[in-house]
């Protein structure tokens, strides 16, 4: 089974540098999500994609942040000038999406990001 | 988004049923009530969702109060494998995000 996979597990890295994650969806999936986890709270939404279209950002995207779906397969996350702030746990999900009717999302195992 | 409240923990016995519960007064007609659980080092998987009826699958129950204003979910027969956190999320039709809470830290005795 190809479940939603996310690449690589863990990221360390210093104040101020890029990083990008990459989450393969569940093949079929025409949605694509992105979250945010940090210690002791629940996931916070970051940004949706329909296909290739990112058609929802959270005001938790700085401008430091930007995603991408291209060909509406995969999806990448970068951080720019990373900081400490940023340090947690980043999910993926995907799901199916038809009009208003509503499907499970199935997420990825995560990226934990450790900014030093 | 229409808020939830849950209990921050729960204890259970293993093979006993556990009740999680969950207040929502300012539900709207058209939320409906999802639950997703995770367990520890994994991301968030989907356990069950319903809008009025109560609602059963192979992994729990849901059961609705007739004014929405609070619903349970029902384990009816916890396993250490179902030691997790719990999310009860409210979704409106139009809501496609998913927003979480704080949860409920179900811990399984043996």
């Known amino acids: 089974d190809t479940g939603v996979s996310q690449d690589p597990r863990h990221k360390i890295t210093k104040r101020g540098q890029n990083v990008t994650f990459r989450c393969d969806p569940i093949s079929e999936h025409n949605r694509l999500y992105w979250y945010r986890q940090t210690l002791g709270q629940g996931p916070e939404f970051l940004t949706y994609f329909q296909n290739e279209a990112q058609l929802e950002k959270s005001r938790l995207l700085s401008d430091r942040f930007s995603a991408e779906r291209p060909k509406g397969s995969f999806s990448t996350l970068e951080i720019q000038r990373t900081e400490q702030g940023d340090s947690a746990m980043y999910l993926c999900a995907s799901s199916w999406g038809e009009g208003t009717l509503l499907y499970e999302q199935y997420f990825g195992p995560g990226t934990r990001l450790t900014v030093t | 988004d229409a808020k939830t409240t849950q209990p921050n923990s729960m204890e259970s016995n293993e093979e006993e049923p556990v009740h999680l519960p969950c207040n929502h007064s300012?539900?709207?007609?058209?939320?409906?009530i999802h639950w997703y659980r995770q367990l520890p080092s994994q991301g968030p998987e989907y356990v069950i969702h319903g809008l009025t009826s109560n609602v059963n699958n192979r992994m729990a129950s849901l059961a609705i109060a007739e004014d929405r204003k609070s619903s349970t979910l029902i384990l009816h027969r916890a396993t250490l494998r179902d030691a997790a956190v719990y999310y009860c999320i409210l979704r409106g039709i139009l809501n496609t995000p998913l927003v979480f809470g704080k949860g409920t830290r179900l811990s399984v005795i043996a």
């Open positions: 300012t539900i709207s007609g058209t939320d409906y």
